[in-house]
């Protein structure tokens, strides 16, 4: 039988290209194989979330209530309050924050709500991108459109240069600050241009926010700072036409549980509501309970990015760059991202990821791809590790292929 064709999309995804692109190659003998490709934080939050997860363990005989409950909604907009002070009011709007099983899936579920809603539609993905945008985009029915992110614009989409075409035909963008992979933080007049934009040409602003609470310095500007500074006549609601999104996976190393929420137009809430109580993950109760402490402490979060913060300083230390703003990935610049990441693998047992492969070519040809040259590497292990990859990578990276 058949099945549908669009999904062939999918055949590229990174991580098969990476499979790939290493298929043949030995690593190094005598070395441990240490693996940066993934953005899989691999020290625990700590035990708040482990005592959290104990103490709510019970009430698993119910079925989740898609909307969450009280607790968990109080904590994020506490949350908000906390981490945005200015946006604190929004954070009240607890009709418009949703619980979510971490965001890759409402990022391909929110696609479906701008479907069929607009005559030859776009969808515009920031490259290079993580797959979730694409997927949603894919469900939009829109001609997927990239924006490329260059080092000549901070790694950040260059929206000027989308013509007025383009956005009236748009029916969602994808943006994300800190940016992945690259650890760039948005302005604050380029947050605000972006959803002045969405709202102009009326598409659904797609805002991912996930690194958030990973960064160096000062904390990065967030969307919902820029919604608090933008007017908002009386009656209308303040997150028209966008959505923003965040999960516990960074911000307090737990991945595994699946957890965090939206907040955005009241409209798209209400209707991707009744698309995740039709056909969507719900966030059990005992572990929506648990999300809740852990939106609650903000202390487990500033030991993680101390810790992160140190992994920066040993790269810095053996490879003599600047740290990124935000995020955990070292998006380091080579002459040859596939030709270094194999040679990493066969001769220093270090697996990482070319970053053409998490981008696409522009230009007719396939070229113009904004990954090319670079390699993701992602700093989420123990120090005692990071020093020993950074020291691999330092060999090849100084060694002809840099």
């Not at 669009?6 to 005598?30: H, Q, S, T, W």
């Not at 614009?153 to 989308?162: E, G, I, R, T, V």
């Not at 029916?171 to 302005?187: A, D, K, Q, R, W």
């Not at 992602?378 to 090849?396: C, P, Y």
Request: overall charge negative; proline content about 6%; some cysteine.
């Amino acid at each position: 039988m058949k099945f549908n064709p669009d999904y062939a999309l999918f055949d590229d995804n990174m991580f098969v290209k990476l499979r790939a692109a290493l298929a043949g190659i030995e690593p190094a003998a005598g070395l441990e194989m240490l693996d940066v490709s993934i953005g899989e934080p691999q020290l625990g939050g700590g035990d708040l979330i482990t005592n959290s997860v104990s103490q709510h363990n019970r009430d698993w005989q119910y079925y989740p209530k898609a909307a969450g409950n009280p607790r968990f909604i109080e904590a994020v907009g506490n949350y908000i309050g906390r981490r945005w002070p200015s946006a604190a009011a929004l954070g009240k709007l607890s009709a418009q924050i949703f619980p979510v099983t971490g965001t890759r899936e409402p990022l391909a579920f929110l696609g479906g709500l701008v479907r069929n809603t607009k005559e030859n539609p776009i969808a515009l993905v920031t490259n290079p991108f993580y797959h979730a945008w694409r997927s949603g985009a894919l469900a939009s029915g829109g001609t997927i459109t990239y924006m490329n992110a260059n080092a000549s614009n901070d790694f950040l989409p260059d929206l000027d240069a989308l013509s007025t075409d383009t956005l009236d035909r748009t029916v969602i963008m994808y943006l994300c600050s800190p940016t992945n992979p690259e650890g760039s933080v948005m302005p604050m007049e380029y947050l605000k241009s972006a959803l002045e934009m969405a709202r102009r040409h009326d598409f659904l602003l797609v805002m991912d926010e996930c690194y958030s609470d990973i960064w160096r310095g000062s904390p990065p500007i967030g969307m919902l700072e820029a919604v608090a500074e933008m007017p908002c006549a009386a009656g209308d609601d303040p997150l028209r036409n966008l959505v923003v999104l965040n999960s516990l996976s960074k911000r307090s190393s737990a991945a595994g549980l699946r957890a965090g929420y939206i907040i955005g137009d009241a409209e798209a809430i209400k209707t991707f509501a009744k698309v995740v109580a039709n056909g969507g993950s719900l966030l059990p109760t005992p572990l929506l309970n648990a999300a809740a402490d852990v939106y609650d402490d903000d202390d487990h979060v500033s030991k993680i990015r101390a810790h992160y913060d140190h992994s920066f300083a040993i790269a810095a230390r053996h490879l003599s760059i600047e740290p990124p703003q935000g995020g955990f990935f070292l998006w380091l610049r080579v002459d040859d991202d596939v030709a270094f990441v194999q040679r990493l693998m066969r001769e220093q047992a270090v697996r990482a990821m070319p970053g053409s492969f998490m981008g696409v070519g522009t230009d007719a040809d396939g070229g113009n791809n904004p990954g090319q040259n670079y390699v993701r590497l992602a700093l989420v292990h123990d120090h005692d590790r990071i020093e020993a990859v950074m020291q691999r990578v330092a060999v090849i990276y100084g060694n002809g292929l840099a």
